[in-house]
């Protein structure tokens, strides 16, 4: 079996070393490892340097993207080039977490039929301190059919009704399931993620496997600690599902997803002393929602801010 890791690099430094070696670490002799590093117009020196080494390393390739655009075109160029007949992700600055890759192929074995493998993971917090990720129990939404896996049926209830984002870098699926998506939104900066497994709902059941495939790096700067260009940009995933045709059937739950983002962008707004922008989420929010007081609470919160000039 080839599996394609596919890995967008962006100025990660060091890190990049590590996130490269924590998969050769996962080979096993009945698997080939392509491992797909996707350069997105990385500038720092130590990135380029790395990158070069790697690129003559054996089952590593690296693809150039002329300019930064962003980790969903980053993996769709990855994916266009993979040759493998299942698809993984790591985002350059994780881990893929010990056993990772032979718990999911235990899985497979005992489900052929599988098509689309997530999982947990552990959030590092400081170099070597890991703590218990996001998803500790999903027995609401799943099925045991293994011991410490999940059969999730209805993925899309477990995506909207939780609003959390299963890590990409714990995801593995079948070419022809990443083929019937269509790949990522390249128009999404954040929360691209999210819509291609609201996406792949509509083609697979999730297998959930309980065990840590990732170690999820927290503790430096990263494109997910912009906390303004997050409240303008988290809302756009959930207005691209409820113009989406396929989600008709979902689109109060849709309209909830969305009403809650712009209840958390306001917050982020106040937080930043920005109450105009503050203001105009909470609005949304409240046409979004119209019964949900939350709404109207986060309006209210917006209009009472005094502190300093409106912005």
């Known amino acids: 079996m080839r599996v394609s890791f596919i890995v ?114 552990l959030v590092m917090t400081a170099p070597g301190q890991n703590q218990s990720g996001y998803f500790p129990d999903l027995a609401a939404f799943g099925t045991a059919i293994l011991p410490g896996v999940l059969a999730i049926r209805d993925p899309a209830r477990m995506l909207l009704a939780r609003f959390k984002i299963p890590q990409v870098g714990t995801a593995m699926l079948r070419r022809d399931l990443v083929e019937q998506i269509g790949g990522f939104n390249e128009s999404l900066k954040y929360w691209e993620d999210w819509y291609f497994w609201l996406r792949a709902a509509c083609h697979a059941d999730l297998l959930w496997i309980e065990q840590p495939l990732l170690h999820l790096r927290r503790y430096h700067t990263s494109l997910s600690k912009n906390l303004l260009v997050a409240a303008r940009e988290v809302p756009r995933a959930a207005q691209a599902a409820l113009r989406d045709p396929r989600f008709r059937a979902q689109r109060k739950m849709l ?57």
């Open 8 to 121: 967008p690099v962006f100025n990660t430094g060091p890190y990049l070393r590590e996130a490269i070696d924590s998969i050769h670490a996962n080979a096993s002799p009945a698997t080939t490892i392509e491992i797909l590093l996707v350069d997105d117009g990385s500038t720092d020196e130590e990135t380029l340097e790395l990158l070069r080494q790697a690129s003559i390393e054996p089952g590593v390739r690296v693809l150039t993207l002329l300019c930064n655009r962003g980790p969903s075109a980053a993996r769709n160029a990855g994916i266009r080039a993979a040759q493998g007949e299942w698809i993984a992700f790591l985002d350059a600055d994780d881990l893929l977490a010990p056993g990772a890759l032979q718990a999911r192929l235990a899985v497979i074995d005992a489900q052929p039929q599988a098509r689309w493998i997530m999982g947990t993971l």
């Open 255 to 311: 309209r909830w997803c969305l009403a809650a983002e712009l209840r958390t962008s306001a917050a982020i707004y106040l937080d930043h002393g920005k109450q105009v922008h503050a203001i105009m989420c909470a609005l949304r929010a409240v046409a979004w929602s119209p019964t949900d007081r939350r709404s109207y609470a986060s309006l209210f919160s917006a209009l009472a801010w005094t502190r300093g000039p409106l912005r």
